[in-house]
């Protein structure tokens, strides 16, 4: 049976409704030269060892075609993606590269994986090939911890990475429910 933290992280991942949470993460730029340059050329998260987070997911549509904003503010900067998403599978873009991945639910919790990646500049798509292509790795858990707590919250990590570059950033923490009008609320306006 599912206590109020799983139920929290599988609608955060897999739900229809707009969400919100809030939390602490463990941020890290990659080591190497060009990992670092692509970080402050995408204004990404500097190395952080407990950096304040908010993420919200702002979603419209249906099961079979949901739209989602992901806004995610760690320390003060926005990092916003829109997925179209329809089940497990999504196709996330941060400008002309969209993503694709599945999102899969465990007993052990949610696993994103990604499964190609696009260039896109209007109707033109231009897949990249693996071996030059960014990867993306997605995974969220409960700790036994977590289970007691109100509001619920669940662990998280995320690692990006290049061919060449290696590790771009990854960070890791957790997330608590926001409730109520704060939870859906986007707080970065569009661009």
Do not use: N
């Not at 080591?31 to 670092?36: D, I, K, S, V, W």
């Not at 999102?103 to 209007?122: D, F, I, K, M, N």
């Not at 990854?170 to 704060?182: I, K, P, V």
């Amino acid at each position: 049976m599912e206590d109020e933290a799983q139920k929290w992280m599988r609608r955060f991942h897999l739900g229809e409704e707009s969400v919100g949470g809030t939390g602490v993460l463990e941020v890290r730029r990659g080591p190497g030269p060009l990992g670092r340059l692509v970080c402050v050329l995408l204004r990404l998260p500097r190395t952080r060892a407990a950096a304040p987070a908010r993420v919200r997911v702002v979603r419209s549509g249906s099961a079979g075609g949901l739209k989602e904003r992901w806004v995610r503010r760690i320390e003060g900067r926005a990092l916003v993606s829109v997925q179209t998403r329809a089940g497990e599978r999504a196709w996330e873009r941060h400008g002309p590269l969209e993503i694709r991945t599945r999102t899969t639910l465990s007993g052990q919790g949610v696993e994103v994986v990604q499964e190609e990646a696009v260039l896109r500049a209007g109707r033109l798509r231009l897949r990249v090939p693996d071996r030059l292509a960014p990867r993306v790795a997605a995974r969220a858990w409960v700790e036994p911890e977590d289970r007691a707590r109100r509001p619920p919250r669940f662990h998280v990590e995320v690692r990006v990475t290049l061919p060449v570059a290696g590790r771009v950033l990854t960070y890791r923490g957790h997330l608590a429910e926001e409730s109520g009008r704060a939870a859906g609320e986007d707080d970065v306006a569009d661009s």
